[in-house]
Structure formats: structure tokens, C-alpha cells
């Protein structure tokens, strides 16, 4: 198995609880967020359309894609809610297979996050 590279990211405190923040890493854009006190990171792109997912919200342990509404867990990547919506309004149901454009739901690939000290790297 190959070796993981250590990048660092930043400090501690530019990650402040319940805010989002994407940064570069080697040509890809991630998204860090810290939520109760825990750092973790998912890859910038939502997997329904390939669009950034820094603007969404944060809504517990989960991410708001700003686009279609679609859930993810923040740590993990997995899908807990797939397109409910389209910019932050919230559609029937009957028209998420319609917006989903026959996709079913797929995970955002994660990033291990880890905190040295004052350090915040992310393994690639």
C-alpha cells in the first residue's frame, strides 16, 4: 500500500467550529469543517454534479450541498439525504428522480484530517 503524504493546511484556529472552509491541496479542493470540536474533510465537488459543496451549510454532523440540497456526513462522505431540492428550496418528492437526472446517491470521497498542536494537515 503506498504511503499517505502529510499536507499541511493550516493553523488550528482558521478552522472555527461550524464553518466552512476549502482550501488547495496538490490541485484538489477540499472542504474542512471543524463541528463538535472534530476536524474532518471531504472533497469539494458534490457527487450528484460536479460542483463545490464550500458554500452548503452546515447542519450537525452533515453537509448541505447549496445546489441540490443533497446530505452528507461531514467525517465520512456518506450520503444521508440525496437531491431534496434546488438552491435551498425544498421540492416534492415526486421531482427529486427528475433532478437526480436517474443518478442514485453516492458518497463524497474523505480526507483524513490531523491536528499536531497547533498544525492541521490533511493525508493525500
Excluded at 460542483?51 to 452546515?58: C, D, Q, S, T
Excluded at 425544498?90 to 458518497?107: N, T, V, Y
Amino acid at each position: 500500500m503506498a504511503q499517505r503524504e502529510r499536507v499541511l493546511v493550516g493553523r488550528s484556529s482558521d478552522f472555527v467550529d461550524g464553518k466552512l472552509k476549502a482550501v488547495n491541496v496538490n490541485g484538489e479542493s477540499i472542504v474542512i469543517a471543524r463541528t463538535n470540536g472534530n476536524l474532518c474533510a471531504l472533497q469539494n465537488k458534490c457527487s450528484h454534479m460536479p460542483l463545490p459543496i464550500a458554500g452548503g451549510k452546515i447542519d450537525g454532523d452533515r453537509i448541505v450541498c447549496p445546489w441540490h440540497n443533497s446530505e452528507f456526513d461531514l467525517c465520512t462522505g456518506e450520503n444521508k439525504d440525496w437531491v431534496k431540492g434546488v438552491a435551498g428550496v425544498k421540492l416534492p418528492g415526486w421531482s427529486r428522480r427528475l433532478i437526480a437526472f436517474g443518478k442514485e446517491p453516492q458518497p463524497i470521497k474523505a480526507y483524513t484530517v490531523i491536528e499536531e498542536g497547533d498544525e492541521v494537515f490533511i493525508e493525500v
